[in-house]
Every structure is written in structure tokens, then in C-alpha cells.
T-cell receptor, first 113, second 114 residues
Framework: GNSVTQMEGPVTLSEEAFLTINCTYT??????LFWYVQYPGEGLQLLLK?????DKGSNKGFEATYRKETTSFHLEKGSVQVSDSAVYFC????????????FGQGTILTVHP | DGGITQSPKYLFRKEGQNVTLSCEQN?????MYWYRQDPGQGLRLIYY???????QKGDIAEGYSVSREKKESFPLTVTSAQKNPTAFYLC?????????????FGSGTRLTVV
């Protein structure tokens, strides 16, 4: 079946540091890939998405590129802020899965001033 | 503004009790979902519904039940058969056929067994 694996957390960075959160997936065919963010005590918000190989999703300074050859969708940001502290989830949807998202385990990011 | 409302925000359950979590959406979305979130395990799908009066089990449906009598409502009952119900529960909705791009999540209900 489909699965998503994220790097172990938590990740702790200083403000303005470079961020990478690794995400790899297993799926039959060509899934659509997503990054969601969850701020403390809240639900999930869509951060960015990509629907086909080599697509780059971007939003709020975050980027991720759909790499079919390595089945990866790593999240990056050049300069993190304290306000980026949250839990980040990589997820996929594939084919006729009726919109059911498959999530990775989540990565906690803490950014210190 | 359109959105999803989950209530209550915090819920405490005694051993052996059934409890019902509310999820209401005014987005006119066809599909609704319940996910369970545990630390370090991501979100796991409990139940989902594509249309009124129809729903399917997700990956961890044992000990849970749902109903979909109205398009805007998808309540989740955590029964006494669920042995480890303490978790954060998230409801979501989407237009069918959007491929997940139109997912909207509620703000969640934290259930604790006391």
C-alpha cells in the first residue's frame, strides 16, 4: 500500500537557519504530494503541493520538489523564523483513493530567536 | 465564513463510556473524514464518507462508529470497545474529485480517558 516516511524529529533551529525536512514515499503510480503544517492546538493547513514529477510547490518561503527518481518530496526553507515553529506533515493522494490522504508521522520544528 | 467546526475542543471520558465528537461543515463539501492523531504516528484514517447515508471504514475503524444523515454533519462516536481512545481527533472535508487540494480541517477535539 501507499506510505510516507518523514525524517525523525524534533528539529531545533536558530532563527534564519536553513531548514530541510526529508520526506520519501511509496506508492503505485504517480501520487500527488503535499506538505501540511499544524500550529499548536490547531488543525492542519495546506502549505504546498505538487502533482507530477519535477513540479516544485512553494508557499511562504517554503519549497519542495517532486522527485520521482528518488521518490522524495523534501521540504526546504532558506531562512526560518520563530513563527515557523509547528508540526509539518508530508502526505500523498493516489489515483482512486477517494481523496484519502496518507500522512507521514510528522516532524516537530522549533525555531529559537 | 465557511469552515469546519469541531466540538468540544476538550473531552474527558470515563472508562466504559461512549462519547460523541461533533463535526459540522458549511462548505457544501461532499466528502468528510475522521483522522486520529497520536504523537509520532501522524494521522490515521478512522472513517470517511463520500455522500450522505454512506460511509466506509478507514485504517483504524475498530471501536468507532459514524453516521452521515446530513451533508453538513459527520459525528464520530468513540465506543467503550476502543481500548486506547486518548488522542487528538481531526475532522476534514473536501469536494469529491478535487484530488485533495480542497481539504479543509477542523481545529480538532482532544479526548482524554480519566
Amino acid at each position: 500500500g501507499n506510505s510516507v516516511t518523514q525524517m525523525e524529529g524534533p528539529v531545533t533551529l536558530s532563527e534564519e537557519a536553513f531548514l530541510t525536512i526529508n520526506c520519501t514515499y511509496t506508492a503505485t503510480g504517480y501520487p500527488s504530494l503535499f506538505w501540511y503544517v499544524q500550529y499548536p492546538g490547531e488543525g492542519l493547513q495546506l502549505l504546498l503541493k505538487a502533482t507530477k514529477a519535477d513540479d516544485k510547490g512553494s508557499n511562504k518561503g517554503f519549497e519542495a520538489t517532486y522527485r520521482k527518481e528518488t521518490t522524495s518530496f523534501h521540504l526546504e526553507k532558506g531562512s526560518v523564523q520563530v513563527s515557523d515553529s509547528a508540526v509539518y506533515f508530508c502526505a500523498l493522494i493516489w489515483g482512486t483513493s477517494y481523496g484519502k490522504l496518507t500522512f507521514g508521522q510528522g516532524t516537530i520544528l522549533t525555531v529559537h530567536p | 465564513d465557511g469552515g469546519i467546526t469541531q466540538s468540544p475542543k476538550y473531552l474527558f471520558r470515563k472508562e466504559g463510556q461512549n462519547v460523541t465528537l461533533s463535526c459540522e461543515q458549511n462548505l457544501n463539501h461532499d466528502a468528510m473524514y475522521w483522522y486520529r492523531q497520536d504523537p509520532g504516528q501522524g494521522l490515521r484514517l478512522i472513517y470517511y464518507s463520500q455522500i450522505v447515508n454512506d460511509f466506509q471504514k478507514g485504517d483504524i475503524a475498530e471501536g468507532y462508529s459514524v453516521s452521515r444523515e446530513k451533508k453538513e454533519s459527520f459525528p464520530l462516536t468513540v465506543t467503550s470497545a476502543q481500548k486506547n481512545p486518548t488522542a487528538f481527533y481531526l475532522c476534514a472535508s473536501t469536494d469529491s474529485g478535487t484530488g485533495g487540494f480542497g481539504y479543509t480541517f477542523g481545529s480538532g477535539t482532544r479526548l482524554t480517558v480519566v
